[in-house]
């Protein structure tokens, strides 16, 4: 299993970004797996910031990205997107991106994902 995420780059403070990942691989049914975006910033642990379970209707955001941004999937696509409004200087990070099975795992805890992506990393200044 492939996630290949992409969309980083710079951006000012206000302004918005997408960020895409792609699944691929054998036996990958994309429609069973809660998708998340992680993120990363130097000196820090990965946080969880969106993550949107099978079928598309629940999603979760950290409080930090809470009515900024927006977690979704296209299923046609095998393709994970977060759009992101408003950014903030602190929202600067690496962004990953992480596939696994439903699990009694948090869904901001890295266990809860088998897959991770190479990450794209984006600056807000």
């Known amino acids: 299993v492939q996630l290949v995420e992409s969309g980083g780059g710079s951006v000012q403070a206000g302004g918005s970004l997408r960020l895409s990942c792609v699944a691929s691989?054998?036996?990958?049914?994309?429609?069973?797996?809660?998708m998340a975006w992680f993120r990363q910033a130097p000196g820090k642990g990965r946080e969880g910031v969106a993550t949107?379970?099978?079928?598309?209707?629940?999603?979760y955001y950290a409080s930090s990205v809470e009515g900024r941004f927006t977690i979704s999937q296209d299923y046609a696509k095998n393709t994970l997107y977060l759009q992101m409004n408003n950014l903030k200087p602190e929202d600067t990070a690496m962004y990953y991106c992480?596939?696994?099975?439903?699990?009694?795992?948090?869904?901001?805890?890295?266990?809860?994902?088998?897959?991770w992506g190479q990450g794209t990393q984006f600056t807000v200044s």
């Open positions: 691989g054998y036996a990958y049914d994309y429609s069973n797996y809660c």
């Open positions: 949107i379970w099978p079928g598309g209707r629940i999603t």
């Open positions: 992480a596939a696994g099975l439903p699990s009694g795992a948090a869904w901001w805890s890295t266990n809860r994902y088998r897959y």
